[in-house]
C-alpha cells in the first residue's frame, strides 16, 4: 500500500467555487509533486515542492495554487476552474528532486469534476 | 525536448503468452528512465527505474532493459493480473526536475 495518501479521492465542482486537494506522505521524502492525469494524454507535471523550494510547469494556469507547509503535505487549491480541468489530480513524493533519478511513489489521486 | 513515445498503445495477450512493450526517447542526456504501473482510477505504482544503457531489472514476471534510444518491458508468461497500463516517463540530466511522461501502453491479458 502507498505511503502517499490523497483526499478527497472524488470532487465534483462548480466553476465558481472555491476548494482544496490534499496531500500526505509518510515515507519521510523531501519532495512532492502535483500532476494532472487526463483522458488519452500524458501525465503532465504541474508544480514541485522540493527542500520548501517551488518549481512549476509555466503552463499551469493561474487558478491552481499549490500549498506546501511542510515536507509531508501538499494542498492543491483550485479557484474558477473550467469543464476542462476535469480529470485525475495525482500527489507524488520523492526522497529528493535534485538528486540523479529520483523515483517517484505516487498517491491514489482524485477525481475531479468540473460542471 | 525531451520525448516519449510507447508502443504499442493497447496490447492483448492470451495467459501465458510472452510479448513486449517499448518505449522510444529522446532526451538530452538521460538522468533516468523509469517504468511504471496503473490500474483504473489508482496512480502509478512504481516498477523499475534504469540509469545507463545496458542496464537490466526484473522483478517477478517483468523484466526492464535500456539502450541509448529505447527501453522495452518484456512480459514473460503473462497472468490475467498483470492487466493495467504501463507507463515510461524520462528525466534529464539538464537540471529539471520535470520528468516527460509516455501516453502509456495498455495491456490485456485474457485468461
Known amino acids: 500500500e502507498t505511503g502517499v495518501t490523497q483526499t478527497p479521492r472524488h470532487l465534483v465542482m462548480g466553476m465558481t467555487n472555491k476548494k482544496s486537494l490534499k496531500c500526505e506522505q509518510h515515507?519521510?521524502?523531501?519532495?512532492m509533486y502535483w500532476y494532472k492525469q487526463s483522458a488519452k494524454k500524458p501525465l503532465e507535471l504541474m508544480f514541485v515542492?522540493?527542500?520548501?523550494?517551488?518549481?512549476e510547469n509555466n503552463s499551469v494556469p493561474s487558478r491552481f495554487s499549490p500549498e506546501c507547509p511542510n515536507s509531508s503535505h501538499l494542498f492543491l487549491h483550485l479557484h474558477t476552474l473550467q469543464p476542462e480541468d476535469s480529470a485525475l489530480y495525482l500527489c507524488?513524493?520523492?526522497?529528493?528532486?535534485?538528486?540523479?533519478?529520483?523515483?517517484?511513489?505516487f498517491g491514489p489521486g482524485t477525481r475531479l469534476l468540473v460542471l | 525536448e525531451d520525448q516519449v513515445t510507447q508502443s504499442p498503445e493497447a496490447l492483448r495477450l492470451q495467459e501465458g503468452e510472452s510479448s513486449s512493450l517499448n518505449c522510444s526517447y529522446t532526451?538530452?542526456?538521460?538522468?533516468?528512465l523509469f517504468w511504471y504501473r496503473q490500474d483504473p482510477g489508482k496512480g502509478p505504482e512504481f516498477l523499475f527505474t534504469?540509469?545507463?544503457a545496458g542496464e537490466e531489472k526484473e522483478k517477478e514476471r517483468l523484466k526492464a532493459t535500456l539502450t541509448k534510444k529505447e527501453s522495452f518491458l518484456h512480459i514473460t508468461a503473462p497472468k490475467p493480473e498483470d492487466s493495467a497500463t504501463y507507463l515510461c516517463?524520462?528525466?534529464?540530466?539538464?537540471?529539471?526536475?520535470?520528468?516527460?511522461f509516455g501516453r502509456g501502453t495498455s495491456l490485456i491479458v485474457h485468461p
Open positions: 507524488a513524493s520523492s526522497q529528493a528532486a535534485s538528486l540523479r533519478g529520483e523515483t517517484q511513489y
Open positions: 515515507l519521510g521524502h523531501n519532495a
Open positions: 515542492y522540493s527542500l520548501e523550494e517551488r518549481v
Open positions: 532526451v538530452s542526456g538521460l538522468r533516468g
Open positions: 534504469l540509469y545507463s
Open positions: 516517463a524520462v528525466q534529464a540530466s539538464g537540471g529539471s526536475y520535470i520528468p516527460t
